[in-house]
């Protein structure tokens, strides 16, 4: 996991006899650590292999970093194996995280009373950086022509139907004209990426007659151009069919671009038998990754006329 993850913790039993009681203690790194809410308002989820009938101890202290549940059950008694409780942790900081019986206080209770002998289970959680996101595209809303390349029939970008601000990218809608239009941007994703997820804005006009012979596609090229895969693909009928208002993209994983550099790409190919408008806003490319973002620092050297 990494910093600002979750973590389930089971404590399971093996080869249990009869059980009719548990004390169970369980520290932890609270540097590192924090026990959250399992479900809603359950912090020690006791829900498995033993139900207690009276319930003597259900606490977790994130300070001290102690986790108390003791209670006792009639019969029938479990036996075998199980889970006694489960408890989420969130992680806080980077590092190998502790997690470790308190062994003078933690015992198994037969129905005479007895304790039984254990051997205790320690574990470490091996927490790792959290990840820090960016978008990673250029005019994603489309407001200048800039960090965009294109060929196909000009223009590309219309100012009259945009989702925001004020304009959109626009391909295809070509009255008699079949067309091939290339909408891309060059991007270099981080090796150290973790995740990354396209999303834009799309509105298909069709003008009320869909045709399925008109496509965009949502690719990832090459540096040179080369098609490496197709992550969408949509018809002139439309996302759902008909004549769409703005609707959001599927979230479209590049993840495994990672430490490449590649285009995010946008074609639309249309035949001359019906008109089909592809528009596109609200582009964004959310990379995630482990290490630092740097941004462009300036450092002036002063020549001063004396």
């Known amino acids: 996991p990494r910093v600002g993850d979750t973590v389930t913790v089971e404590a399971r039993v ?13 520290l ?15 912090l020690i989820d006791r829900s498995g292999f033993f139900t207690p009938t009276v319930l003597l101890a259900n606490s977790v202290n994130n300070s001290a970093g102690l986790i108390a549940y003791d209670g006792v059950r009639a019969a029938p008694y479990p036996a075998g194996d199980g889970t006694l409780f489960r408890v989420t942790f969130e992680t806080r900081q980077q590092g190998s995280a502790s997690i470790a019986w308190q062994t003078a206080d933690t015992a198994l209770i037969t129905p005479d009373g007895l304790r039984l002998p254990l051997d205790l289970g320690d574990a470490a959680v091996e927490i790792l950086p959290a990840a820090t996101c960016r978008d990673l595209v250029r005019n994603g809303a489309f407001e200048d022509d800039s960090a965009w390349q294109y060929s196909g029939f000009p223009p590309w970008r219309w100012c009259g139907v945009p989702h925001n601000p004020t304009c959109a990218a ?7 004209e079949a067309s091939d239009d290339v909408l891309w ?23 009320g007659v869909p045709d399925v012979n008109d496509h965009l596609m949502v690719q990832v090229r090459d540096a040179g151009g080369s098609l490496l895969e197709t992550l ?3 018809s002139g009928a439309g ?25 995010v790409t946008f074609r639309a190919v249309c035949n001359n038998v019906n008109r089909t408008g592809f528009y596109l806003d609200d582009v964004s490319l959310t990379v995630c990754r482990t290490g630092n973002w740097h941004s462009g620092n300036s450092l002036f050297l002063p020549l001063v006329v004396r």
């Open 170 to 176: 626009w391909l295809g809608d070509y009255e008699g």
């Open 239 to 263: 996302p759902e069919g008909a004549e769409d208002p703005w609707t959001w993209s599927p979230d479209l994983d590049m993840t495994n671009y990672a430490g490449q550099t590649v285009r």
């Open 185 to 207: 941007q060059q991007v270099l994703l981080p090796p150290d990426a973790v995740a990354a997820t396209l999303r834009f804005r799309l509105h298909v006009d069709n003008h």
């Open 232 to 234: 969408y693909t949509v």
């Open 14 to 26: 093996q080869g249990a006899p009869a059980l009719a009681g548990v004390a169970l203690r369980l």
């Open 28 to 42: 932890f790194d609270t540097t590192r650590l924090r026990v959250v809410e399992t479900t809603p308002g359950v």
